[in-house]
């Protein structure tokens, strides 16, 4: 699949699920970003607060076995993250017929960056969908910085989750059940500059 590299792309701000957002009013400069990307349904943070979460989503990121949850929001393209190395191809197409915008999934960079992940001591076979939503737009917009809003307890893993709980989880098992010690790792091991917003 053909890279698509904007070359005007150069900051992003990803947002998170953490309630940190909540009450800063950062929701205009959310949104003076090249590029604002989003995870799962959190697209519908824009609607219930868009004073402390903004109002764009330019790119959307879930991973493949949950794509059939997204509705069609009218951003830029789709990201699908293939987290257990592979994903149906027939379920992804039925799905990308229903979305209104490219559907993208990066199968080697995040089959690439979840072996690095596992060869660091991280203690689960793969990264958390925040995680890949930093690989992958590390990858496809190449920008020059990423900002990060929400994702508190991946910047400083000593913190507790207090997540919008509007925003579902799609996971099983225990939660918290990722490694954020290790995906912190993997963070400053990244070529482009992160700073928290």
């Not at 402390?52 to 794509?67: A, K």
């Not at 960079?109 to 590390?138: D, Q, T, Y």
């Not at 910085?145 to 507790?160: A, V």
Request: charged content about 25%.
């Amino acid at each position: 699949m053909d890279w698509l590299v904007h070359d005007e792309v150069m900051s992003v701000c990803i947002v998170g699920h953490h309630k940190n957002p909540e009450g800063r009013g950062l929701g205009e400069k959310i949104d003076s970003f090249d590029a604002v990307i989003r995870m799962k349904t959190g697209h519908k943070l824009c609607t219930s607060n868009p004073r402390d979460y903004g109002t764009r989503t330019d790119f959307l990121c879930t991973s493949t076995e949950t794509l059939g949850t997204l509705s069609s929001i009218g951003c830029e393209e789709y990201w699908g993250y293939p987290k257990y190395g592979y994903y149906d191809e027939n379920v992804v197409e039925k799905c990308a017929e229903t979305l209104d915008a490219r559907l993208f999934i990066d199968l080697n960079g995040c089959n690439l960056w979840n072996k690095i992940f596992r060869e660091i001591g991280g203690k689960h076979p793969n990264v958390s969908l925040g995680m890949a939503c930093i690989v992958i737009a590390a990858r496809r917009l190449v920008p020059a910085h990423i900002y990060l809003i929400g994702m508190d307890t991946l910047l400083r893993p000593e913190l507790g989750i207090d997540r919008v709980t509007t925003v579902n989880r799609t996971g099983v098992g225990a939660f918290p059940n990722h490694d954020w010690e290790a995906e912190n790792k993997l963070l400053k091991m990244m070529k482009i500059p992160f700073s928290e917003l």
